[in-house]
């Protein structure tokens, strides 16, 4: 930027990991007067909002709505099934494994954690090794996040069930889905899941502030145990109730849910499949500029087996503070904001000045992702941060299906 000159005047971009890029038709859905809460139109919506949700989670299960952000959902899920004393069995990969527990531990769980560092995903072989050590069946859930948004792992789901079931351990499956769902391919009741739980503001392109938990047989019956369960939390009271309030436990989050229409318009228009080949395909092409990238400079991926990343957000490491050199870059100059690095290091010390992180889910498409790539490319040039020319040809060549 030279005398207050700059190139970042036009439409702002977000390319963090949540909250993702707002479709047009997401804002003008909510741009209205709020509508009657009693009858008429913004029941109908809610009710049919419920199995198309459940289609994008791939389940025939039931589904709780709460007025929440991720963290609230956490809870949520927890209160329905967790009592103080009960055993829960935490798979950690990054921050998000280590803040769902924290949660457990504040409602009065036992937390057995399993911490598998920050630049993988989890070894099965380990969790069904402590789920074959608790003969007497303590363990009630396994508390499993499927992408760690702080890592940008893509975890194995499918592999906790067979550990589950080849133990023949009871525990609920528990899976946090709210980097993923409508972003990586997630089947809920095919991987054998108990409890998803997700959030509105990633995948599902609205902002945040609505957040669910998906459930099945097993768990309602676990929650039918339970003694007692908060009852702004118990999920019973919020599935097919008879009066209205009670999906929300009071007032509804109007025009949250008329962005939540019009979003799964757009998700289910284009198919999930489409959705989930989308999400691969852009990922793709942002892991080939970065390996080009990387090939002559400092920069590397967090996590370097691709198998193991997510498609909706790239965790990427620069040396000295050269990641937060880039982000300020091209926020100032190019209107475009990527996102800090989280969980990896002490906030504020130089390693963590060094990591930043790519989000690239929900409402995103080639060209955005390719504008993405060029404006790092700009960032790493006009810093003298060195790194291999040719990334955005790599990327483009990915888009472009070669
Ligand atoms: C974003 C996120 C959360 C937290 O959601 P908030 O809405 O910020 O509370 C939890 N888990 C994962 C995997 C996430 O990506």
Redesign the pocket.
Same mark, same amino acid.
């Given at each position: 930027m030279i005398d207050g000159f700059s190139l970042s005047h036009g439409r702002s971009y977000l390319a963090i990991? !949540?909250p993702s890029v707002m479709p047009d038709a997401v804002l003008r859905a909510m741009h209205r007067a709020s509508p009657n809460i009693y009858e008429g139109e913004l029941v109908d919506l809610t009710h049919a909002l419920i199995p198309d949700l459940l289609r994008v989670a791939r389940s025939d299960g039931d589904l709780a709505i709460y007025i929440a952000?991720? #963290?609230?959902v &956490?809870e949520a899920a927890l209160a329905n099934v967790i009592a103080p004393g009960d055993r829960v069995l935490s798979v950690a990969t990054g921050a998000?494994g280590q !803040? &769902?527990a924290e949660m457990a531990r504040g409602l009065g769980a036992e937390v057995k954690m399993l911490d598998f560092g920050t630049r993988s995903g989890w070894d099965p072989e380990q969790v069904a090794e402590a789920l074959r050590a608790d003969k007497t069946h303590r363990i009630k859930a396994v508390l499993a996040? #499927?992408?760690?948004?702080s890592s940008s792992v893509r975890n194995d789901i499918p592999a906790l069930r067979r550990a589950l079931d080849e133990a023949g351990h009871p525990a609920l499956l528990m899976a946090?889905?709210? %980097?993923?769902l409508g972003c990586d391919r997630f089947e809920m009741d095919a991987w054998g899941v108990d409890i998803t739980v997700a %959030?509105c503001?990633?995948g599902l392109m609205v902002p %945040?502030g609505v !957040?669910f938990v998906f459930f099945n047989d097993k768990a309602a019956s676990v929650r039918s145990g339970m003694e007692r369960v908060s009852r702004y939390w118990d999920w019973t009271t919020r599935v097919d109730p008879p009066l209205f309030y009670q999906y929300f436990g009071g007032t509804p989050p109007t025009q949250h849910l008329f962005g939540l229409r019009a979003a799964l318009d757009l998700i289910h228009a284009e198919g999930m499949e489409n959705v989930w080949r989308r999400h691969a395909v852009l990922a793709q092409a942002i892991w080939a500029a970065c390996d080009v990238w990387g090939s002559a400079g400092a920069l590397r991926f967090n996590i370097s087996d691709p198998a193991q990343r997510s498609h909706a957000?790239t965790a990427l490491h620069l040396d000295g503070a050269d990641g937060t050199r880039l982000r300020h870059w091209v926020e100032q100059n190019l209107g475009l904001t990527i996102g800090i690095g989280l969980g990896l290091a002490e906030y504020r010390t130089p390693e963590w000045d060094g990591n930043f992180r790519l989000g690239h889910m929900g409402h995103v498409n080639g060209h955005m992702i390719l504008g993405l790539l060029g404006g790092i490319e700009a960032g790493l040039t006009a810093l003298d941060i060195p790194h291999g020319s040719g990334a955005v040809d790599a990327a483009a060549r990915v888009i472009a299906g070669l």
């Open positions: 990991p !949540g952000n991720g #963290h609230g &956490w998000f !803040g &769902w996040v #499927h992408v760690d948004t946090d889905c709210i %980097a993923s %959030a503001q990633k %945040a !957040g957000v």
